[in-house]
């Protein structure tokens, strides 16, 4: 028997011996966010993309860019993704006008074509209070975008994210932690150029190609194992 995961802290929370022949892999990047044109000149935007839902707390990024535009008010921040139905939104929109950013938070809604949208961008702002694998933080680091991400609990972005290498990440439900990841971004755009660069290579691990490799070779493992076990 055998047993995929996506994240290291997926896999430790069963016991040992069932997960003696489990292995990780990650989701595969959809190939129109692979191999963008490089960016020359990034916009002054900061971006997120993830359905509008409690736990993806976007309260709390909103909360971060107040501080973030109190140093930098020439920069806005979109957010990409769908209304959960939960009241999320609604808190979103009155944080926003709490904190009197209306005209420079939007909320974007869905789009199917992000791949367009994004790239250009200043940085990418995940503020997930739990996560799995994050498919949008996943597309965004393989378009070579600067991240700053919540190091938050099931693993998922600091599975992709090593910390100050490839990413940033900062504690859960810190507005100030946060806002200071983007600040360092802004404000050291060599180093956020850098970031970017090396998040890009995620690719070379998370393509359609390496993540059906990876599935193959599990799963042949896992057979080649059983059939020794019936001899």
Known sequence: DGAVFQT???????????????????????????????VKERNKTIVNAARLVAFKNQVLLVRAFSIVHEKHPDYDLKIYGPDSGDGTKE?????????????????MGNSDALEKELPQAALFAYSSDYEGLPNSLLEAMAMGLPCV???????????????????????????????????????????????????AKIAEIASTDRVFEAWQDYLLRVMAGQRNERR
């Open 8 to 38: 290291k802290d997926a896999e430790d929370y069963f016991r040992k011996d069932l997960t003696c022949s489990s292995t990780i892999i990650l989701n595969p990047i959809t190939p129109k966010y692979l191999g963008l044109p490089s």
């Open 91 to 107: 808190k979103i929109l009155q944080t926003i006008e709490e904190y009197h950013l209306e005209g420079v938070v939007h909320l």
């Open 149 to 199: 991400s919540t190091d938050c609990p099931c693993g998922g972005p600091r599975t992709l994210i090593q910390n100050g290498e490839n990413g940033l990440l900062v504690p859960v439900g810190d507005a100030e932690a946060l806002a200071g990841g983007m600040l360092a971004l802004i404000e050291n755009p060599e180093r956020a150029a850098k970031l970017g660069r090396m998040a």
